[in-house]
Nanobody, 124 residues
Framework: QVQLVESGGGLVQAGGSLRLSCAAS????????VGWFRQAPGQEREFVGG????????YYADSVKGRFTLSRDNVKNTVYLQMNSLKPEDTAVYYC?????????????????WGQGTQVTVSS
């Protein structure tokens, strides 16, 4: 079983940047597909971006394409979500999740393991 811990959230002004980290323990994260999701108050948890099992293919929601970038550090067993040009509508709790599936999925039901989430707040 893999354990995930997100970090890097915080309060930032619109136009600013944050880098979220998803650190894995218990298993090698490179063996899993990794997805980032977010959930704003009163809304469904939605897909933000992800990286396939073994890399290097990455996938992004249209709402973040061109602003967010995923990367993987196999030595640190960590996946990063670099978020630039942040907007108030990016405000949410951000979660990373993993699955052993070989075919990438944007569906939250495809992911078995989840972190506890990290809050991102973007002020206007």
């Amino acid at each position: 079983q893999v354990q995930l811990v997100e970090s890097g959230g915080g309060l930032v002004q619109a136009g600013g940047s944050l880098r979220l980290s998803c650190a894995a323990s218990g298993r090698t994260i490179n063996n899993y597909m990794v997805g980032w999701f977010r959930q704003a108050p009163g809304q469904e948890r939605e897909f933000v971006g992800g990286i396939n099992r073994g890399g290097p293919s990455t996938y992004y929601a249209d709402s973040v394409k061109g602003r967010f970038t995923l990367s993987r550090d196999n030595v640190k067993n960590t996946v990063y979500l670099q978020m630039n040009s942040l907007k108030p509508e990016d405000t949410a709790v951000y979660y990373c999740a993993t699955s052993y599936r070989s075919i990438f999925s944007t569906e939250k039901g495809a992911y078995a393991y989840w972190g506890q989430g990290t809050q991102v707040t973007v002020s206007s």
